[in-house]
């Protein structure tokens, strides 16, 4: 493979304090958790507690002629974002990608770090070999622009969850502890440990997103403008923070940044500039100004450095300054920018052995470590049973903690059970209510439709956040995930279940037997469980406003189905196409399953009011037969929602694995479809 070399490095190292090729030694086991960094005396940082955890050599990151596209639907043809791009981002730098609105910072980084997006045509290396995705993903983590932190937990539970998820049980809790307690002090959360994560501050919050992916030592960092919405001050110490993270630990760090302030533009080691998708410059940010002196432009010299490149790039001082620009650095194959051409890193055919790769470790030590490396002994550390147990603990504490959220769901029920209760009262025994009786079946299949669905349709697009960090970050599991996230909300819905229905029950004079209201509690169980898989398949495609619009859409004709063609009796003919869409509604089989449970099953006559001259429905036989049930099975009914639920279910699984899903199309047709769909139906609003 082609190899670099790298003349200007030593001096942007001795900057800091000292050279990390002789203050860095690696040794090399047979098992990549053996590799050990020691780190010079010279170092800010104590890391005693990282000393646990499983440390890499230095990850070099190399692309040459990268090009993405993606298909307009306006203009009908392949918009060009990324054109021919090279470059090369090193361990124990801190390397930020600029560029003006829409010149491709966000899709290069998302590139580089496998994120929704896959090449048109180039290549991606890591230490001079084709990038492996698969490992890859499992040695880099990223760091999104919009801090993504559950509000119910301290900062301290937040790590030791990430710390049990990522580390497993291959450390013991104190150690854990001990881990955790380095990084927070290295990122300066000490003393908001005990702090719930919604009360931090901005600054905060984006250390804290830091700190959790550095839990299990990742050498790869991207993050997606970690600056945004961060005063000055903070914007400083981000930025602060991640320089000394890539100096100290030897991690290679790169971010995309907008609009950098001068203070925080003189952080970074390395600046690689994009504009209308090339590379206009790569090198160090304190030799812009020569660079753009020697393209003819002068910068002030009161001027930001970076503010004077990104308005060039948007051409404010004209369009014939691009292509020059383009050409200087060879659209990135200049690797560093210097004033001195013969100082200049230019990708180069020669492979020098005795180079070092940013003082680290030498390209002998980077062939050994890529032919140790081995998929196998990067599996997640933290098993699918200890993954599960994790998240549901998570997803239990979570509900538990949100008290507004319980007290309403449970008020809501106890109100909805009183109001049915009150307008069904005493016809469960009336033959002369007997019709008002099916009403009330009626109300407990609205009740269990609506009740489970409507909160699924309002938290999971939200929820959504926290699975697409956690999981493209190798945190678990989707499958882990997805059984914790099914299982949460069993006990509760339990409850409210056994709760409301023993009030309309009883109220309603329902038959005083026992296995009657089994039979009925788990019709309606299973209804509502349904309900919520149908809810969180509606949901896994769809915006917040989109779920909440087309969840009820779907359940009118489910409505309708379900009590289509009752009180015709069996002499009235329906149409089997009819017939058979009627089976298709899962709660047309709860309704039967309700009916039979309350009618079926020899039950006794029903009481006649003595008012009545004529009570012609006392026996349930006959009353059955005139709505048309009298071919009721139950336990068909039962078999049936479970069915629905299953395929809902792994249905909703899959669209969710979809969704997350790295692997995007190329093909035209595919891309077409896909912005037509996210553009008149909204079915993706977070870009994945």
């Not at 009183?418 to 109300?443: E, H, M, P, Q, W």
Request: charged share 20%.
């Amino acid at each position: 493979m082609d190899s670099t070399t790298d003349t200007g490095c030593s001096d942007s190292y001795n900057s800091y304090g000292k050279s990390h090729s002789s203050d860095t030694s690696l040794s090399y086991g047979s098992d990549i958790n053996a590799i050990s960094v020691d780190l010079g005396d010279g170092d800010n940082i104590s890391c005693s507690g990282l000393k646990y955890l499983p440390t890499w050599p230095a990850i070099n990151l190399e692309f040459r002629d990268l090009s993405y596209e993606v298909y307009d639907v306006h203009t009908k043809a392949r918009k060009p974002l990324l054109r021919g791009i090279n470059g090369q981002f090193r361990a124990h730098e801190l390397t930020a990608i600029l560029g003006p609105s829409g010149a491709g910072k966000t899709t290069l980084l998302n590139l580089l770090a496998g994120y929704g997006a896959r090449k048109t045509s180039g290549e991606i290396c890591v230490n001079h070999s084709p990038r492996d995705m698969r490992v890859f993903r499992k040695m880099s983590r990223y760091i999104m622009q919009n801090d993504v932190l559950d509000p119910h937990f301290t900062v301290l539970e937040a790590m030791l969850l990430a710390a049990h998820l990522k580390l497993g049980n291959d450390l013991s809790h104190a150690q854990k502890l001990e881990v955790i307690d380095e990084i927070l002090r290295m990122l300066g959360l000490k003393k908001v440990q005990n702090t719930i994560t919604l009360r931090l501050s901005g600054g905060e919050k984006k250390r804290l997103c830091i700190a959790l992916e550095l839990v299990n030592n990742p050498p790869v960092i991207f993050l997606d403008e970690p600056t945004t919405g961060l005063d000055d001050i903070s914007s400083s110490q981000c930025i602060s923070l991640l320089r000394g993270i890539a100096h100290r630990t030897g991690r290679t760090v790169i971010c995309s940044v907008h609009t950098p302030s001068a203070k925080v533009f003189d952080m970074f080691d390395k600046v690689y500039i994009l504009a209308k998708g090339q590379c206009i410059y790569q090198g160090a940010g304190a030799n812009i100004v020569p660079y753009m002196k020697e393209i003819g432009l002068t910068c002030p010299r009161t001027y930001n450095p970076a503010d004077f490149i990104i308005e060039v790039a948007c051409q404010e001082y004209g369009t014939h300054y691009h292509e020059p620009m383009v050409d200087a650095v060879e659209n990135g194959k200049v690797y560093r920018w210097t004033p001195h051409r013969e100082h200049r890193q230019i990708k180069s055919d020669a492979t020098n052995k005795s180079d070092t790769t940013s003082g680290a470790s030498s390209f002998d030590e980077l062939e050994q470590f890529e032919e140790e490396i081995n998929p196998k002994l990067l599996k997640q550390k933290a098993s699918w049973w200890m993954q599960y147990k994790l998240l549901l603990t998570r997803m239990m504490v979570q509900m538990w903690r949100d008290k507004s959220y319980i007290k309403l769901r449970f008020y809501m029920n106890i109100v909805l059970a009183l109001i049915i209760g009150s307008i069904y009262r005493g016809v469960g025994n009336d033959a002369s209510k007997a019709f008002f009786n099916f009403g009330f079946a009626f109300t407990i299949i609205i009740a269990y439709l609506y009740l489970p669905m409507m909160p699924v349709l309002l938290q999971f697009p939200t929820e959504m956040k926290f699975l697409k960090r956690e999981y493209f970050n190798q945190w678990y599991h989707l499958s882990s995930y997805y059984a914790a996230m099914i299982s949460s909300k069993l006990p509760f819905m339990f409850v409210l279940a056994v709760i409301y229905l023993i009030m309309v029950y009883i109220m309603s004079s329902q038959p005083l037997e026992l296995f009657r209201f089994c039979m009925l509690f788990l019709i309606a169980f299973l209804t509502a469980m349904t309900s919520e898989s149908l809810g969180i398949l509606i949901s896994s495609h769809l915006s917040l406003v989109n779920a909440m619009f087309m969840g009820p859409v779907v359940a009118v004709p489910l409505i309708l189905l379900s009590c289509y063609g009752i009180g015709y009796g069996k002499a009235v003919y329906i149409h089997p196409v009819m017939r058979y869409l009627m089976q298709l509604s899962y709660l047309r089989h709860g309704m039967e399953g309700l009916v039979a449970a309350l009618y079926g099953y020899d039950r006794e006559d029903l009481h006649c009011p003595e008012t009545e001259v004529f009570c012609m429905f006392k026996k349930s036989q006959f009353l059955l037969m005139i709505l048309g049930f009298e071919n009721l099975n139950y336990v068909f009914s039962v078999a049936c929602l479970v069915l629905f639920y299953i395929i809902f279910t792994l249905a909703a699984y899959f669209m969710i694995r979809q969704r997350l899903s790295l692997r995007t199309s190329n093909n035209v047709v595919v891309q077409y479809t896909k912005q037509l769909l996210v553009k008149h139906l909204n079915l993706s609003s977070y870009n994945y």
